[in-house]
T-cell receptor, first 116, second 115 residues
């Protein structure tokens, strides 16, 4: 079964500082990978996705992610965080554990705290 | 575009009753819809995949008789939690996908509390 690992449960970053959220996937020669953000009381919003091609993917809100096959990683980055970036971030890979091949397998999430 | 709604947003019910949650794609036709469950401080877990007009495909460990899924039209899927118990209390989120595309659009979720 597929698994997605986000090693950091919480990350605290000062406003204006750079950010990197880690994600490792476990399966697939050509994985479909996603980063989502979930704010309290809001639904999941897609930040960016990787299917193929350029391994550096640009997303919304100034986020980018780099796919590294050799490390099975898809880390999310932002050069300068804003207080409004405080939220829960989920990395996901397409493919469920059972029959739902097109469903998403999510990591456990990283809670981002922004310090003033 | 690509808006998915869920109703209700919150529901509280007594143990033993059944609860139906609706998931609608408002401005597109969704040939496939997915149901996820999110526990507090935990990740989302895929429960099942439903394709319009056919039976849902359930993930390992998900009781299909407990969580009934119907996808009767291209814009509506329903999840019915039958004979709900307190351990079924959770946040249920649906997503919808346009045929031929890989991106899923998520609903805002439904908070179920079983007393």
């Amino acid at each position: 079964a597929q698994s997605v690992t986000q090693p950091d449960i919480h990350i605290t970053v000062s406003e204006g500082a750079s950010l990197e959220l880690r994600c490792n996937y476990s399966y697939g020669a050509t994985p479909y990978l996603f980063w989502y953000v979930q704010s309290p009381g809001q639904g999941l919003q897609l930040l960016l996705k990787y299917f193929s091609g350029d391994t550096l993917v640009q997303g919304i809100k100034g986020f980018e992610a780099e796919f590294k096959r050799s490390q099975s990683s898809f880390n999310l980055r932002k050069p300068s965080v804003h207080w409004s970036d405080a939220a829960e971030y989920f990395c996901a890979q397409q493919g469920g554990s059972g029959g739902g091949a097109d469903g998403l397998t999510f990591g456990k999430g990283t809670h981002l705290i922004i310090q003033p | 575009g690509a808006v998915v709604s869920q109703h209700p947003s919150r529901v509280i019910c007594k143990s033993g009753t059944s609860v139906k949650i609706e998931c609608r794609s408002l401005d597109f036709q969704a040939t496939t819809m997915f149901w996820y469950r999110q526990f507090p401080k935990k990740s989302l877990m895929l429960m099942a995949t439903s394709n319009e007009g056919s039976k849902a495909t359930y993930e390992q460990g998900v009781e299909k008789d407990k969580f009934l899924i119907n996808h009767a039209s291209l814009t509506l899927s329903t999840l019915t939690v039958t004979s709900a118990h307190p351990e079924d209390s959770s946040f249920y989120i649906c997503s919808a996908r346009v045929q031929g595309k890989n991106e899923q659009f998520f609903g805002p979720g439904t908070r179920l509390t079983v007393l």
